[in-house]
């Protein structure tokens, strides 16, 4: 049988590493051809100064047997991202998935910090890089995706409505930056609905990233071995990452969205890699479904000592 997204065309915007990179190798392992951009290449670093690249994330999704077509590019940039979907345009003729998943706001964050003492320029350009992104790369890719019916757009943010709704994301900034996002999703789900297209806002839950496996000083072979760390900000208690998942539980649920023909019914909804896992029936890598925003209401938030394998 052919593959469930065979013939199909997406862009991951952002698939350096982390989360676009996990949805990127699972849309192309699911037969899509994958266009993923981002600022760092095997010539060139962005000021994250990190080994991953785009060429790195296209040979990732081919070896999961995808195709794939690395594109560096600045999604602050207007021209470059115009380039970008004329060149979509002239090989395929179609865009089918939008992923706006770029961000890059990890070093201009100053956790827990108020907003008057928070560095005025980094918090402008955190708002800059996760939400000016998104709309110039909407504004460009949109006419393409609603050419043909059944287009998906999703929109990566961190936190669903319902928890974004009652707790303070640990900056204004970042608070507000993710608070943009799932706003958009609504939005550009309103506009998408007439040309039978549909917009969500997704987000993982403790995304096991390159970035925090890092952080913790362990990989993903060890990833065990950081629960018994004592904490640092912006992080709770090391014990709660018990609960994290690897960036292709969320790549699972993109590609699972994609390939349901009645994916309308979610236009504009919030929604999280485990809530869709439940719906779908995919797991993590592990065969594991962890539920992270579950966990942190009844467990992290509620001051109660670490239990994450009771929601995995």
């Known amino acids: 049988m052919a593959p469930p997204l065979a013939g199909k065309v997406a862009l991951v915007a952002g698939a350096t590493r982390g989360a676009g990179r996990g949805i990127a190798i699972e849309l192309g392992a699911a037969g899509a051809h994958v266009y993923v951009t981002g600022r ?46 004329q060149r979509i345009d002239r090989d395929y003729g179609r865009l089918d998935v939008l992923v706006n998943d770029i961000w890059g706001g990890e070093l201009l964050t100053e956790w827990n910090t ?23 790369t909407s504004h460009h890719a949109l006419p393409l995706l609603i050419r043909r019916p059944g287009g998906l757009l999703v929109e990566m943010t961190d936190g669903t409505y319902d928890y974004n709704t009652s707790n303070y994301r640990l900056s204004a900034f970042y608070d507000l930056a993710k608070w943009s996002i799932l706003r958009l999703a609504w939005s550009q789900g309103r506009e998408l609905a007439s040309h039978h297209a549909t917009a969500v806002a997704l987000t993982p839950g403790w995304l096991r990233s390159e970035m925090m496996l890092d952080s913790f000083g362990v990989t993903e072979d060890n990833w065990r071995d ?26 699972r649920a993109v ?47 509620a001051g109660k000592p670490p239990t994450p394998d009771a929601y995995r």
């Not at 994330?57 to 999604?75: K, P, R």
């Not at 907003?115 to 110039?136: K, M, P, Q």
């Not at 990452?241 to 969320?250: K, Q």
């Open 40 to 85: 760092t290449t095997r010539g060139r670093q962005s000021e994250y100064g990190r080994p991953e690249t785009i060429e790195d994330t296209a040979e990732l999704v081919e070896a999961a047997g995808g195709t794939a077509t690395a594109v560096a590019l600045d999604h602050l940039d207007s021209e470059q991202v115009a380039h970008l979907v």
């Open 114 to 136: 108020p907003i008057w003492e928070h560095s005025l320029d980094g918090g402008l350009r955190l708002l800059r890089l996760a939400v000016d992104t998104h709309l110039i």
């Open 226 to 251: 950081a629960l018994s760390q004592s904490a640092e900000p912006p992080y709770p208690d090391p014990g709660h990452f018990g609960i994290s998942e690897t960036p292709r539980f969320v790549g």
């Open 255 to 301: 590609a699972a969205l994609a390939a349901d023909p009645d994916r309308g019914r979610w236009n504009r909804a919030s929604l999280s890699s485990a809530g869709l896992a439940e719906e779908y029936g995919f797991t993590d890598l592990d065969g594991s479904t962890p539920d992270c925003w579950r966990y942190l209401v009844e467990v992290q938030d």
